[in-house]
């Protein structure tokens, strides 16, 4: 069952107004406030990332030789690093990583696959700049989340030494909509609706076949990807694309690992210190980030994250 702290903010989410109902530049000017119940960590600093257009997160205690790459949800058409700057600081600290928040560029002005392109060329920025692809993790939550897995596939394509490890916490991964939960938990989800997604959807793809797994990583070959930590709430529309993700990765031969949130919505962990949920997964998202990049020696090239 959820706790009281999450009972009270599922609540707060259901009385407010809707975000999904407002026009577009009012979406966004709601979307930069998501992170508004959430903690500020401690021990953090956030120095620019002009090259990528975002920021990077530095835990006090960082030895500059892990790193995150961390894709901000908003459905393709809202948000940006400042929306997940506490997010990448709580990750940071849990993880002793450094981790860098890029932009990428939204639909409608910027259609698929601006975002790709845009997260792919910020990977590969990274690891110029010093970053060893094996302890480096891609990471993203809603369509960030569904960004991510897209990026790995894009990086595969082109050759590009792909990341030690993948966290996708919501993440969209079918923009037809067409998972199962879309209908089991619409009655529950106090978030997001199918009607919603669609709409974003049609802004993101402007014409293009929503089943192009570069769209959709769920219609992809996984083969070859990363280990996978998914995180969704048993509670969202969007669990069966985070169980169909998770399927999908492991049937292409990596360690898939699937945690269901009992009781919880959209994207919860990015509201640590406002409900216990939130911090218990931080600290499951830190544990296994540093086991996914522990087995990969430190590099001995420059550090990326020594701003």
Do not use: N
């Not at 450094?98 to 910020?122: N, S």
């Not at 690891?127 to 302890?135: E, K, P, S, V």
């Not at 996708?168 to 978030?191: E, K, N, Q, Y």
């Amino acid at each position: 069952m959820a706790s009281p702290e999450a009972m009270a903010l599922w609540d707060a989410f259901r009385s407010g107004p809707k975000q999904v109902d407002l026009p577009l530049a009012d979406r966004r000017l709601a979307g930069e406030h998501a992170e508004d119940p959430t903690a500020e960590p401690e021990g953090v600093t956030y120095p620019e990332a002009h090259e990528v257009g975002g920021l990077w997160a530095v835990p006090d205690s960082s030895r500059h030789d892990v790193h995150v790459l961390y894709l901000f949800g908003g459905g393709y058409v809202l948000g940006s690093p400042a929306s997940r700057r506490k997010t990448a600081g709580h990750i940071a600290a849990a993880g002793g990583a450094d981790v860098l928040v890029p932009a990428y560029r939204l639909a409608p002005e910027h259609p698929f696959p601006g975002a790709v392109d845009d997260a792919a060329a910020a990977y590969r920025w990274l690891l110029a700049q010093g970053a060893d692809a094996d302890r480096t993790v891609i990471m993203g939550d809603s369509a960030g989340g569904g960004l991510a897995v897209s990026t790995l596939l894009a990086l595969r394509s082109e050759g590009t030494p792909l990341p030690g490890g993948c966290v996708v916490l919501s993440p969209w991964s079918d923009l037809t909509c067409a998972g199962p939960s879309m209908d089991s938990r619409a009655g529950a989800d106090a978030m997001v609706t199918r009607g919603s997604l669609l709409e974003m959807a049609r802004w993101y793809l402007a014409g293009h076949d929503a089943h192009d797994p570069l769209a959709s990583p769920v219609f992809a070959d996984l083969t070859g990807l990363p280990p996978l930590l998914a995180l969704v709430g048993g509670d969202e529309a969007l669990l069966d694309d985070a169980t169909r993700l998770v399927q999908g990765v492991a049937a292409g031969g990596a360690d898939a690992t699937l945690f269901v949130g009992s009781g919880m919505q959209h994207v919860w962990p990015t509201w640590a210190g406002a409900i216990p949920e939130a911090d218990a997964a931080i600290a499951m998202i830190g544990a296994w980030i540093r086991g996914a990049t522990a087995s990969a020696a430190p590099s001995t090239g420059d550090d990326a994250g020594d701003q």
